[in-house]
Nanobody, 127 residues
């Protein structure tokens, strides 16, 4: 059974940092492309960042480019999202998702392209 579990969320002041982690079980994470999405209250889920199977390709939403970094450690079956210079508008529930990569360098940025989802972790940016 494929399972994704996010961790690392919490309350942080504007300008602060958080590191989210997505841990996988039930499948060989190294064969899957992974994405992070977020959903704020009253808004649709939106793409944040994605990483290819081989980790060579990364793609970011314009709103987080230069502040967030996605990375993967296949040996640990984890994909992390380092979030720096956080803003109040980054407040949302962050979820990771995975799918098999068509090609090792493919990245996917829409929710419909992913097969498996975690439950999410709350990130609140507030003073």
């Amino acid at each position: 059974q494929v399972q994704l579990v996010e961790s690392g969320g919490g309350l942080v002041q504007p300008g602060g940092s958080l590191r989210l982690s997505c841990a996988a079980s039930g499948h060989t994470f190294s064969a899957y492309a992974v994405g992070w999405f977020r959903q704020a209250p009253g808004k649709e889920r939106e793409f944040v960042a994605a990483i290819s199977v081989n980790g060579a390709n990364r793609y970011y939403a314009d709103s987080v480019k230069g502040r967030f970094t996605i990375s993967r450690e296949n040996a640990k079956n984890t994909v992390d999202l380092q979030m720096n210079s956080l803003k109040p508008e980054d407040t949302a529930v962050y979820s990771c998702a995975s799918r098999t990569g068509v090609f090792s360098m493919s990245v996917f940025i829409t929710t419909s392209e992913y097969d498996y989802w975690g439950q999410g972790t709350q990130v609140t940016v507030s003073s």
